[in-house]
């Protein structure tokens, strides 16, 4: 029996995978919809409604809610839960969870006759949880910033950043000193999970740790100096760092009420971001995943540690070892979507006809479309910039200035990692051979797509399997994230994309 079971509790959902490793398929997976499947917690994107634009929290009893229906699902399904011989999952990064001092004692003796939410209904000493969507945290950035300096991105990987849960500790210690102190134990949304399967306290990994602004990165292990700087006492609240590859614990005899053998063991959960990296069998340096969605990210492993001189990209622990880079541009798809609406073309032109129509380099007219306030780079203002006179232009050169003025700023703002033999392209827009062939000549390239959807499912199921079953990652990687669509690089056009970097850095200043 080979089978591992992957977690993915996203922003908007909690999926659940089953691989059968030896035969290298997919057996069973599940999906709870916060919005669609658990109405009662009035967070039809996952997140609670506040009058704060820049707040953005969600209700971890409503994770936990998810996680009883989710398992249900994959048993009234008949998936092959008996089977399963190892646990690992993936959070959404940054979410930081707040628990009591009664949270040990309802860990220690979950009662298989309720259901989780009502059993840790009292855990909590922040009824809700700060999530990556936050941006109230500006003055407390600064705080950090001041405290420690250029060395938080030196030792940790990343400076001081909004969304990041260091300075959202710090925000909740300000506002709310007496919750605060009343707090025993803080987890991320990955470890917290991992916990609850458990019935004890989950480490935190490393991948998922570097997502604080308080894992020292250099050293494994909570930066003190960091921690000081955010909050008081804050190093006895942390759980644990983890090694990268081990095992959290046994899973707890609550869970054999779906059909899960008790006692299994149960790997550290990781950040969605690092889980991805391994579903999309990118663990090792020289491969970059470029995933376009709503926001657009590029991520990929590192051969060493080092960090980005701009200050943008983050680096994260490896699962699978080492370290990986990070940079998320937040300007994606809606800002692709919105150029498309705005020239009036449907998607078969935008993808392709545009492309056809126009030459590589576009005689030099280049586009940045940002909609939304951009965070690579950060602090400009919103709107679209171009170097030609944009709306009087035909669509065609409108849609490749945008396309390419997006491709050649996730390559600049990732030259800083390295040199990538492979780029490989998840996510809606990755059906687009204008912006895949793009992509391979700014890059200068191969791209692949593959046939994963549910990368970061899949990689937790994968890092299982590695973790607690002593499949490697390239075997895992040849079964599970076979190429589908490969796109070459054209050499004649790497000269033309080089020259228009300083029409790109005028455009970003
Ligand atoms: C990464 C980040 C997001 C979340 C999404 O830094 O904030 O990608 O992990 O779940």
Redesign the pocket.
């Known amino acids: 029996m080979s089978h591992y079971l992957g977690f993915d509790s ?2 908007q959902s909690l999926k659940a995978l089953i691989i059968d490793a030896a035969a290298g398929k997919i057996a069973a997976s599940a999906i709870v919809h916060f919005g669609k499947d658990l109405p009662q917690y009035a967070s039809p994107d996952g997140v609670l409604a506040h009058a704060d634009p820049a707040v953005k929290h969600a209700d971890p009893l409503m994770w936990l809610a998810a996680l009883d229906l989710v398992l249900k699902r994959l048993a009234d399904a008949g998936a092959p839960l008996a089977a399963v011989r190892g646990i690992s999952g993936s959070g ?3 979410g930081s969870v707040y628990l009591n001092a009664t949270a040990t004692a309802t860990f220690a003796h979950l009662d298989p006759a309720r259901e989780l939410s009502a059993q840790f209904a009292g855990a909590f000493s922040r009824s809700t949880s700060p999530i ?1 969507m936050d941006s109230s945290t500006t003055s407390e950035v600064r705080e950090l910033d001041d405290a420690i300096g250029k060395r938080l991105q030196d030792d940790t990987g990343s400076p001081a950043i909004e ?1 990041f849960s260091g300075p959202q500790i710090r925000r909740f210690f300000k506002t709310d000193p007496a919750a605060y102190a009343a707090t025993v134990r803080i987890h991320l949304v990955s470890s917290f999970l991992a916990s609850v399967l458990i019935g004890g306290d989950a480490p935190i990994d490393h991948g998922d740790g570097a ?1 604080m602004n308080l894992l020292n990165l250099r050293t494994g292990k909570w930066d003190a100096a960091s921690a000081d700087a955010t909050a008081p006492g804050l190093l006895a609240k942390l759980p644990r760092v983890g090694e990268t590859g081990s095992i959290a614990g046994k899973l707890a005899h609550y869970f054999a009420k779906y059909g899960l053998p008790a006692g299994i063991p149960v790997a550290l959960w990781t ?3 690092p889980a991805s990296l391994i579903g999309m069998g990118a663990h090792r340096p020289g491969k970059a995943v470029v995933s376009l969605g709503t926001s657009d ?1 590029v991520f990929a492993a590192l051969d060493k540690f080092h960090t980005d001189p701009d200050g943008y990209g ?1 680096v994260f622990g490896n699962p699978a070892g080492g370290f990986m880079s ?1 940079a ?1 541009f937040k300007n994606g798809s809606l800002a692709r979507d919105r150029v498309r609406t705005e020239t009036g073309v449907d998607w078969k032109f935008f993808d392709a006809t545009a492309f056809e129509q126009t030459k590589p380099g576009n005689e030099g007219r280049l586009a940045l479309p940002w909609f939304e306030h951009e965070i690579t780079p950060s602090g400009r203002p919103i709107g679209l910039r171009a170097n030609f006179d944009f709306p009087a232009a035909p669509a065609a050169v409108r849609i490749r200035a945008t396309v390419e003025g997006q491709v050649l700023s996730r390559a600049a703002h990732s030259a800083w990692v390295g040199k990538f033999d492979t780029i490989r392209v998840t996510g809606g827009a990755s059906r687009s051979r204008g912006i895949l062939q793009t992509l391979a000549d700014v890059f200068q390239a191969t791209v692949e797509t593959i046939a994963v959807t549910d990368s970061a499912a899949l990689g937790a199921a994968l890092i299982a399997a590695h973790d607690t079953g002593g499949y490697s990652f390239d075997a895992l990687a040849a079964q599970f994230c076979p190429t589908v669509e490969t796109v070459l690089p054209r050499p004649e056009n790497a000269a033309v994309y080089r020259d228009l970097l300083p029409a790109l850095a005028s455009l970003e200043k």
């Open positions: 996203s922003t959404q990064q940054h990556w969304r997502g950040g969605d971001n990210t983050h990070l998320c």
